[in-house]
């Protein structure tokens, strides 16, 4: 961690928003906790590493990207394991806050180097680490093996638990971070609006987002997607050359130096102008993200929203021509799937999707399991929604080959699907309209909305007029 970084976040503040966290851990768990930052891995050789990314779970109750580090929760008091700077890491790397400075940064009551670790945490119960690396240490300092949340048993789930309980609602100072990584993303976005003026490539748009969040000494919160093949729906390629009847389809999001993330969605004409079959499928999806929007607030089952989104979906499409019936029949056969496949969203705070790390353990409700249907299956979020939460709503339409040409599928929704009227929608691949939508007391806050979703301002943005 650089002394840049801890300039960043204002000491006072973290060390009371951390101690805090800390206490309302101890609430909820009465045993000893350790958790790690975890190691940075190679890529080729060791002195060349991938960028490090410190795990969420010690971000959350640790506040900083330490490198190498562990900490001891045990009622409310913090203890941080870490190692001071040897002389011939200054030499590479300058010279970094020693340990007693950052114990006394994050409020830690104690803090001791990592020779101590194993003896002072030894009946501690833990999450796992994402790298294979961090995971063996934690295993070797413990000296048992350690399950991911589907296997884990005893203290660890307990505490699996407890974590999914505090991270599931953002305190002020989460909310802080969290809109700056909102603001960072949307100013990231205008500038790729801003650059397919000019662009002849995806990557070139793809640049022009990703230096905003450089120039902020940020970075993605996931591999930014940037394509003008929407319908692929994860695409990380970016090498296509922008023509002028595309659509691109941007999924871009910062994170803040402490880790909280954005995840913004926007599809625009390369051309400037959409087609009048991208404007027409472009406001139902808008229509069914307004909708969804609109509908939140406290006590609302998620899965209603995102069954919002399939009934809008499917109205618009049978208005359209493209689906035949009625819409609420349509959603329970699941023939809106056909082209919105994945859930309306997720929960969104250290990592872009929240604590997936824990499966649908914090996602799902107690007792709520993934459905089979290929309708409702990629839901990731299947819980009454609380004050505090931050989810995405992101409706999208594709036409994914794999799922349109699929035989079995052909054949169950032959009859509902006007395929000659589709055929006329070949310039529309992929759409999605993704925002940031914190839960109130009395219904939202967009922490996106200052990004347009209109299409005559998306097209103002592009044109720069
Ligand atoms: N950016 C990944 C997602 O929207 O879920
Ligand atoms: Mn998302
Ligand atoms: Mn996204």
Known sequence: MSAAIMRTLHPITLAEALKVRREKLARLVDFPIALWSGRSSARNFPANTYPFRASSHFLYFAGLPLENAAICLEQGKLT???????AASALWHGELPTRNAIAQQIGADAAYPLAQLQA???DCATVLVQDSASCHWQSQVLNRAIASADGAKGNDLALIHAIATLRMTHDAAAIAELRHAADVSIQAQQAGMAATRTAKT?????????????????????????????????????????????????????????????????????????SPTQRA??????????????????????????????????????????????????????????F??????????????????FGDLAGYAPGRQRSDRF????????????????????????QVPAILNDRARREKYGD??????????????????????LITATGTEVLTAALPTRIEAIEQLISGN
């Open 80 to 86: 941080l394991f870490m190692d001071d700077a040897s």
């Open 120 to 122: 002072m945490v030894k």
């Open 202 to 274: 995806e990557a070139e748009v793809r640049a022009a987002i990703e230096q905003v969040m450089m120039a902020n000494n940020m970075t993605t919160a996931y591999t930014s997607i940037v394509t003008v093949h929407g319908e692929v729906l994860h695409n990380n390629q970016y090498h296509h050359e922008l023509q002028l009847g595309d659509l691109l389809l941007v999924d871009a999001g910062t994170e803040t130096t402490s880790g909280w993330a954005a995840d913004i969605t926007r599809t625009w004409a390369v051309s400037g102008k959409f």
């Open 281 to 338: 499928i472009y406001d139902i999806v808008l229509l069914a993200h307004d909708l969804c929007i609109a509908t939140i607030k406290p006590g609302v089952e998620y899965q209603e929203i995102h069954l919002t989104a399939a009934r809008m979906i499917a109205e618009g499409l049978v208005d359209l021509g493209i689906l035949r019936g009625n819409p609420t029949d349509l959603v329970e056969m699941d023939a809106h799937a056909l």
């Open 340 to 357: 919105f496949p994945h859930g309306i969203g997720h929960l969104l705070g250290l990592d872009v999707h929240d604590m997936e790390d």
């Open 375 to 398: 309708g409702l299956g990629y839901l990731r979020l299947n819980r009454p929604l609380q004050t505090g939460m931050l989810v995405t709503i992101e409706p999208g339409f594709y």
């Open 416 to 437: 509902v699907v006007n395929w000659d009227r589709l055929a006329e929608f070949s310039d529309v691949r992929g759409i999605r309209i993704e925002d940031d939508v």
